[in-house]
């Protein structure tokens, strides 16, 4: 039998495929926006179940840029294959967030240093109490430094991953809101734990799209405007990551 273990169920590809750090946006579209917009002889190295994964170089430098598709299990599968199979070493997740935290307004940027969840996702490594999940820290600091060259608008903090984006219950977001967790999203809290177990290094960057407890919400434009922002931000830290 084959010790090779690729492709996988999930990923047509080879580790060569792929580069050292990956951006990961939950959507596909906008995968292939990052490729075609910001990546130079990009080329498309996954499309299995549409999640369109391309390599191509950002100022001379190797870069991959591969779909989340959404909530944990999604990122979950995709992240611990890119780590344990294709040889992965970073990824930053570019997505958006829900603000639930007042100084935090819509079309800013969060840098997730840490990542609460309602999820049970930690439950499958038995530990005898909770896990942490975390930001890697030089991910972090690149990444901060470029949100301060950029000019951006951002916040350094936590926010919540939730298996919910319709919760039953209205109470939950005034109470992750009073422990200073900044904004709600679907996916950090998986792709911090596969990183932490698999001693690799993952970041996760958002646009607030809209604001949770005020209603208020980007329009396309300005949406459009602040996401390309948070890319240029993580394509520059996966550059200097090299
Ligand atoms: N909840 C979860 N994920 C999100 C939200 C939200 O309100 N907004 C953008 N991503």
């Known amino acids: 039998m084959s010790d090779k273990n690729y492709p996988t169920p ?16 939950g959507d596909p ?51 611990y294959e890119l780590y344990n199979f294709f ?18 307004k819509v079309r800013d ?12 996702y930690a439950s499958q490594y038995g530990l005898p109490g909770t896990f942490a999940p975390i930001a890697g820290y030089s991910l972090m600091k690149t990444a901060i430094d470029n949100a301060e060259t950029h000019g951006a608008v951002y916040h350094v903090g ?9 919760c039953d219950d209205p109470t ?7 422990m200073g967790v900044l904004c709600i999203e679907m996916e950090a809290a998986a792709l911090y734990m596969n990183a932490a177990r698999c001693g690799k290094n993952a ?9 949770i407890l005020t209603g208020e919400a980007t329009t396309a434009e300005q ?6 922002q948070m890319m240029e931000i993580a394509l520059d830290t996966a550059v200097q990551l090299n």
């Open 29 to 79: 579209l906008r995968a292939k926006f990052i490729a075609e917009t910001y990546l130079k002889d990009a080329v498309l190295v996954n499309n299995v179940r549409g999640i369109h994964g391309y390599t191509g170089t950002y100022g001379g430098t190797r870069v991959s840029v591969m779909a989340s598709g959404m909530g944990m299990p999604s990122i979950g599968i995709y992240s």
């Open 87 to 104: 040889g992965v070493e970073n990824i930053i997740r570019v997505g958006t967030a829900g603000a639930i935290n007042p100084n935090v």
């Open 172 to 178: 939950v977001t005034e109470k992750w809101s009073k």
């Open 10 to 25: 999930h990923i047509n590809a080879t580790p060569d495929d792929f580069a050292r750090t990956v951006l990961m946006p």
């Open 203 to 211: 970041l996760g960057i958002f646009t607030v799209s809209d604001h």
């Open 158 to 166: 936590n926010c919540l991953s939730s298996d919910t984006f319709y």
């Open 109 to 120: 940027i969060v840098i997730a240093m840490g990542a609460c969840t309602n999820s049970n």
């Open 223 to 228: 949406r459009q405007c602040s996401f390309t």
